[in-house]
T-cell receptor, first 114, second 113 residues
Framework: AQSVTQLGSHVSVSEGALVLLRCNYS??????LFWYVQYPNQGLQLLLK??????LVKGINGFEAEFKKSETSFHLTKPSAHMSDAAEYFC????????????FGKGTMLLVSP | KAGVTQTPRYLIKTRGQQVTLSCSPI?????VSWYQQTPGQGLQFLFE???????NKGNFPGRFSGRQFSNSRSEMNVSTLELGDSALYLC????????????FGPGTRLTVT
């Protein structure tokens, strides 16, 4: 069975600082990996995805993530945080074949202070 | 292209009642998945439909059911509501296989009193 662990339920950064949100996965074979963002009272918006192409994936709003098979990690980064980045971020894993089922991590709330 | 739409956005029901939620996927998308989001359990997969057939099901009791119509629109039904069913129910659509990302709707907030 696949699983996802997100380290830190809350991460606080100052505006302009580096954002690093951690995600580790457990899977018998390399899966597909996704990062989603959720703003209050809204659904989930896809930030980026890894589907076995380039290991460094660039997404929307300046976010990127690097797939590291040896570390079973897919951490999300952004060089400079904006106030508008404050939201909850979810890492998710999907099997690389078969059905469209996402297994989500518990989420990390990103707090950005001025 | 219009996004995933869900109706209603908010719903208040009483224990023991049943409820039906609706989801219209992005045009051309044939797969619809449903997820339940609660503060305690996070995001949990309910079921996925493709071409009117349930392809996969999560670990939820039989009170939770769904269906998909020929136009790919989907409904989920919860019978005999319990307080613990209070949650945000999210619908997501994708083109077909797991290689394609899922696009989520805004969700239906269900409150059971």
């Amino acid at each position: 069975a696949q699983s996802v662990t997100q380290l830190g339920s809350h991460v606080s950064v100052s505006e302009g600082a580096l954002v690093l949100l951690r995600c580790n996965y457990s899977s018998s074979v390399p899966p597909y990996l996704f990062w989603y963002v959720q703003y209050p009272n809204q659904g989930l918006q896809l930030l980026l995805k890894y589907t076995s192409a380039a290991t460094l994936v660039k997404g929307i709003n300046g976010f990127e993530a690097e797939f590291k098979k040896s570390e079973t990690s897919f951490h999300l980064t952004k060089p400079s945080a904006h106030m508008s980045d404050a939201a909850e971020y979810f890492c998710a894993v999907s099997p690389n074949s078969g059905y469209s089922t996402l297994t989500f991590g518990k989420g990390t709330m990103l707090l950005v202070s001025p | 292209k219009a996004g995933v739409t869900q109706t209603p956005r908010y719903l208040i029901k009483t224990r023991g009642q049943q409820v039906t939620l609706s989801c219209s996927p992005i045009s051309g998308h044939r797969s619809v998945s449903w997820y339940q989001q609660t503060p305690g359990q996070g995001l949990q997969f309910l079921f996925e439909y493709f071409s009117e057939t349930q392809r996969n099901k999560g670990n939820f009791p039989g009170r939770f059911s769904g269906r998909q119509f020929s136009n790919s629109r989907s409904e989920m039904n919860v019978s005999t509501l319990e307080l613990g069913d209070s949650a945000l129910y999210l619908c997501a659509s994708s083109q077909d296989r797991a290689t394609y990302e899922q696009y989520f709707g805004p969700g239906t907030r269900l409150t059971v009193t």
